[in-house]
């Protein structure tokens, strides 16, 4: 096994404080990301879908929960399917009551949404004693609509924002080849009994999902903390952690 170099500890040091500014670039890149990405446009969402929940159906704004944010964390669980994607089932597992509660001292709701009919999804969520509220989409186009669930009998297919031809292009063509399930995760702003879709990200771009600030990251109203760009979207930010670039 190749191992790292070994040096004196003043020879790490300067290699490490090289590597320091490296990582303060690239968080300040982020942050510039962030922020682009909170000035995103936003589509009002114009078609009625309806879920299957323990308490029977609900519809998108249901899914709310009463907060202004929405993150669906599409998970991979098709109707004919025994068992949860691995990855999906191990972000899954990696969520806690403090990470949902975190979010929603920050006006935002997460839950998970699978294709597969409820009482499926119920199993499973007893089987493996998860406790994020998780829906079923059976039955509706709003799998299709936001392209998790490709299938070109249904809808015409677009992966991560490339089309049938685009996807050939780029060598892809295998997701064109059967009907499948992706991952992904879709946000969502309501103002009054309006819903807007704000963001989607699909692929390795679901991989960002880790601890609250990363989710709340992909949202339009971002971590809502004073030093955060655009200004102005929320009219009380939360407490600021320290912030050091």
């Not at 669980?77 to 975190?102: K, M, N, R, Y």
């Not at 499926?120 to 669930?149: C, L, M, Q």
């Not at 309501?190 to 992909?218: C, I, N, P």
Request: charged share 25%.
């Amino acid at each position: 096994m190749a191992l790292p170099e070994v040096v004196s500890r003043e020879q790490w040091l300067a290699a490490r404080r090289t590597l320091l500014d490296r990582e303060k670039e690239m968080t300040r890149a982020h942050d510039a990301l962030n922020a682009d990405r909170r000035r995103l446009p936003m589509v009002r969402i114009e078609k009625d879908y309806t879920f299957e929940g323990p308490d029977g159906p609900v519809t998108l704004p249901d899914l709310f929960a009463g907060r202004p944010q929405l993150i669906v964390q599409h998970v991979m669980f098709g109707p004919d399917w025994d068992e949860v994607c691995s990855g999906c089932t191990g972000s899954i597992e990696e969520q806690s009551e403090g990470l949902l509660a975190h979010l929603g001292q920050r006006n935002t709701n997460f839950v998970l949404v699978s294709r597969a009919p409820y009482p499926k999804i119920a199993a499973k969520k007893a089987e493996r004693g998860w406790g994020t509220p998780w829906y079923s989409s059976f039955g509706s186009d709003f799998n299709y609509d936001f392209h998790v669930s490709l299938d070109q009998d249904v809808a015409p297919i677009q992966f991560n924002y490339r089309d049938e031809d685009e996807l050939r292009r780029t060598g892809a063509e295998w997701i064109l080849e059967k009907p499948s399930e992706q991952p992904g995760v879709s946000c969502f702003l309501r103002d009054g009994e309006a819903v807007y879709h704000t963001y989607s990200t699909f692929g390795r771009g679901s991989e960002y999902l880790g601890g609250a600030y990363t989710m709340l990251d992909l949202t339009a109203l971002g971590r809502q903390e004073e030093w955060e760009e655009p200004k102005g979207r929320v009219e009380k930010p939360g407490p600021s952690a320290p912030f050091f670039t």
